[in-house]
């Protein structure tokens, strides 16, 4: 092994993702700042956020489906120098976002607390989470354009702007989380719907921010009027595989909150758990102990998976597939020891590190959220190595792996393996804890198959002569 190569490129690996590492440990605190404020409310209110949080994803996802289509062709324009193409994709992928959260506005308009009411969750939950989960479905667009919007400035390898825009806008968003959540500084007390409202006004400001970066007399991107039709094509082909892989992980969080609330309601007394709901106590654990590990482990796989992106993205854009497959193995190696490591690290100390953070919780709730915490960590080794080969993967264009992996792993093992346990066995919550360590090893194992197997280059290549960006010697 080359290791001076290796280092050299984990160097490019660590200068193009830290600046979404810093990005997404800002998003992810404001989430987890939203955890904390109503954790001091009310277990219902920790509820009310996840359940919503459930709905609230779905236009997210299809702003990051759209953002990986995004980055796909933009990465792979920039390694060509197809800059027309580039500047072209980066406006059609922003008009798709916005033209796809329209329904969402609906959506929140006028069936919130319906979607919430799905749940077999606590009334006051029910009631909370329908307010907080209208008011975030409104500004669906603004958030599909501020993703879109990051993704095609990293694609051209411009990691920095999108943290300075996304970092300013969290920090107001988590001030805006406590002051309006608890009522600080002059602001009014609004609980649950405070929290909505300050993450709905980071959602626009974001998407004007990052407008305005695209598109400032120094950028490299030009505006481009949308004439062609072959890159819009080559758009919803990249990006509805990406969108689908996120919606199947979303999909996959209703039948799993619906058996922890069912689990706890059939299993655990009510005196055992303070007098709360244990529906809604054992899945405010699952909430916080989920979110303890998305902290610390979170920001660090994101930026894993959009450096591979552009890595690869960019090697094959110069028709280096030999580049493209070294630098998608040593970025799934780096992921692996770093992510993977922090996440033993967590399994090993959950109790110390779950009770540190605190989040307000009640005892019996914090005492579920450190084993869901162990599990996550656990877990972290598999679930690194699929999110840096999905970036990989995602930079050449071939999304459907991802799809197909995560598709499996999910309904087979993080939904239907504890599904069957508890209603053939005894298992009760530990088969729920194996069905998440389960369905990570198996989606990481699978993309390693893919990535090994496939032949993700030639998907690559084959998209860059449909749009021509190839170069005149190989067009």
């Known amino acids: 092994m080359d290791s001076g190569r290796l280092v050299t490129v984990w160097r490019r690996i660590i200068a193009l993702s830290w600046p979404v590492m810093a990005e997404q440990t800002f998003r992810t605190l404001m989430r987890t700042v939203d955890v904390l404020v109503t954790a001091a409310l009310s277990p219902a209110a920790v509820v009310a956020i996840g359940l919503a949080d ?160 695209l598109y400032r007399p120094s950028s490299s991107l030009t505006l481009a009027r949308p004439t062609d039709p072959t890159i819009a094509a080559q758009l919803v082909r990249v990006s509805a595989p990406r969108a689908a892989e996120g919606l199947v992980s979303e999909l996959a969080e209703f039948p799993y909150n619906a058996l922890l609330l069912s689990l706890g309601n059939a299993a655990v007394p009510a005196a055992a758990v303070g007098g709360a709901a244990p529906g809604d106590v054992i899945n405010a654990g699952f909430q916080v102990g989920r979110r303890v590990y998305q902290q610390v482990t979170g920001p660090l796989s994101r930026g894993y998976n959009i450096a591979a992106s552009i890595l690869v993205g960019q090697a094959l854009g110069r028709s280096d597939a030999a580049r493209a497959s070294y630098e998608g193995w040593a970025t799934a190696a780096l992921a692996t020891l770093s992510v993977g490591g922090i996440g033993i690290l967590l399994a090993a100390f959950a109790d110390p590190v779950v009770a540190f953070l605190g989040f307000g919780s009640s005892p019996a709730a914090l005492a579920y959220a450190a084993s869901f915490a162990v599990v996550y960590g656990i877990s972290a080794p598999g679930l690194a190595l699929f999110s840096a080969l999905s970036g990989a993967l995602q930079g050449a264009g071939a999304t459907r792996l991802p799809f197909l992996s995560r598709l499996t792993g999910m309904f087979g093992f993080f939904v239907g393996f504890p599904y069957l346990a508890v209603e053939f066995t005894t298992l009760g919550l530990p088969a729920v804890y194996a069905g998440v360590v389960l369905a990570h090893v198996w989606m990481g194992a699978t993309l390693v198959l893919a990535f090994r197997y496939t032949d993700w280059a030639g998907t690559a290549a084959g998209l860059l002569r449909e749009r021509g960006s190839l170069p005149a010697e190989e067009g």
């Open 54 to 213: 459930l709905y609230a994803r779905f236009p997210l996802r299809i702003g990051i489906g759209l953002g990986g289509g995004a980055i796909a062709l933009s990465s792979q324009d920039t390694g060509s120098g197809a800059d027309a193409n580039r500047d072209e994709t980066v406006i059609q992928s922003l008009l798709l976002g916005m033209l796809a959260g329209l329904p969402f506005v609906a959506g929140g308009l006028l069936v919130a607390p319906a979607l919430i009411g799905q749940f077999p969750a606590s009334d006051d939950a029910i009631r909370l989470g329908g307010i907080y989960l209208g008011i975030i479905f409104v500004t669906a667009p603004a958030r599909h354009v501020a993703i879109v919007g990051a993704r095609a400035l990293q694609g051209i390898g411009d990691t920095t702007t999108p943290m300075y825009v996304n970092v300013f806008v969290n920090v107001v968003n988590v001030t805006l989380s406590v002051g309006l959540g608890f009522g600080l500084v002059g602001l009014p007390a609004l609980g649950v719907r405070g929290v909505g409202y300050a993450t709905a006004t980071a959602n626009v400001l974001s998407a004007g921010l990052l407008l305005a970066a």
